[in-house]
């Protein structure tokens, strides 16, 4: 069976990000169950579900 150049591409960024998230969840040290949601689903949904607008806020 070969693994083509493309598979393992994608198999070292997958790692990586997995790797990003557990650093993330661990410096961010002792979250609440609403915390780790909202981050859960910011992960799953992507920016689709951001506010834009005037619901964004000022920009800085």
Do not use: W, Y
Not at 9 to 30: D, P, S
Request: net charge positive; hydrophobic share 40%; charged share 30%.
């Amino acid at each position: 069976m070969e693994v083509s150049v493309k598979d393992k591409e994608r198999k070292t960024k997958l790692l990586l990000i997995v790797e990003l998230h557990l650093e993330a969840l661990r410096l961010a040290g002792n979250m609440s169950a609403n915390q780790r949601r909202f981050i859960e689903v910011a992960l799953t949904c992507g920016p689709e579900l951001e506010p834009s607008g005037l619901l964004a806020g000022r920009k800085s």
